[in-house]
T-cell receptor, first 111, second 111 residues
Framework: DVKVTQSSRYLVKRTGEKVFLECVQD?????MFWYRQDPGLGLRLIYFSYDVKMKEKGDIPEGYSVSREKKERFSLILESASTNQTSMYLC??????????FGPGTRLTVT | GQQVMQIPQYQHVQEGEDFTTYCNSS?????IQWYKQRPGGHPVFLIQ?????EVKKQKRLTFQFGEAKKNSSLHITATQTTDVGTYFCAGGDKGTYKYIFGTGTRLKVLA
């Protein structure tokens, strides 16, 4: 059974801090995605990666960066956290254009 | 850029009533996926539609993909309390692995 894990379920950070969100998948999927979920806005794509060291911007990349040094791991970085980045962050992986497997999510609060 | 709108945003139904959510894209899609997110959970894949005019059924759930591949619908017959959650469509962008999620429809089933 595919498993996508995220480093934290809940995270509280201060404005201006650097924040790392980690995602690991165990099914050798080449595609990995970071979304944020906000009420009434659905899931919005921040970045995705289709191979190691490859990345593409999604719809809302501003204020975020990503890293994919190993196939199984995709990290989302908030260089300087701001209150408007308070959200639920969901990581997903997939093989090609087939179904996505989502992690449990990280609820980030920036104060 | 590509936009995927989903209506309605909320739907409350009595148990046993039918339910439909609609998904409309501003551009032609390569395929469409549907996900269900239970309260407090993460999105879980339901189905993928690829062909123009395609109809697929899963027990009480019927999924349709429009002839122009720009719209889709999910219909649930005789809802049950286990159907509670938010239903998302995700439109596949041609030539990439990028998927744009709709805003979701939150379904509440009253017993």
């Amino acid at each position: 059974d595919v498993k996508v894990t995220q480093s934290s379920r809940y995270l509280v950070k201060r404005t201006g801090e650097k924040v790392f969100l980690e995602c690991v998948q165990d099914m050798d999927h080449e595609n990995m995605f970071w979304y944020r979920q906000d009420p009434g806005l659905g899931l919005r794509l921040i970045y995705f990666s289709y191979d190691v060291k490859m990345k593409e911007k999604g719809d809302i990349p501003e204020g975020y960066s990503v890293s994919r040094e190993k196939k199984e791991r995709f990290s989302l970085i908030l260089e300087s956290a701001s209150t408007n980045q308070t959200s639920m962050y969901l990581c997903a992986s997939s093989f090609g254009s087939s179904k996505k497997y989502f992690g449990p999510g990280t609820r980030l609060t920036v104060t | 850029g590509q936009q995927v709108m989903q209506i309605p945003q909320y739907q409350h139904v009595q148990e046993g009533e039918d339910f439909t959510t609609y998904c409309n894209s501003s551009t032609t899609l390569s395929n469409i996926q549907w996900y269900k997110q239970r309260p407090g959970g993460h999105p879980v894949f339901l189905i993928q539609l690829v062909k123009s005019g395609e109809v697929k059924k899963q027990k009480r759930l019927t999924f349709q993909f429009g002839e122009a591949k720009k719209n889709s619908s999910l219909h649930i017959t005789a809802t049950q309390t286990t159907d509670v959650g938010t239903y998302f469509c995700a439109g596949g962008d041609k030539g990439t692995y990028k998927y744009i999620f709709g805003t979701g429809t939150r379904l509440k089933v009253l017993a």
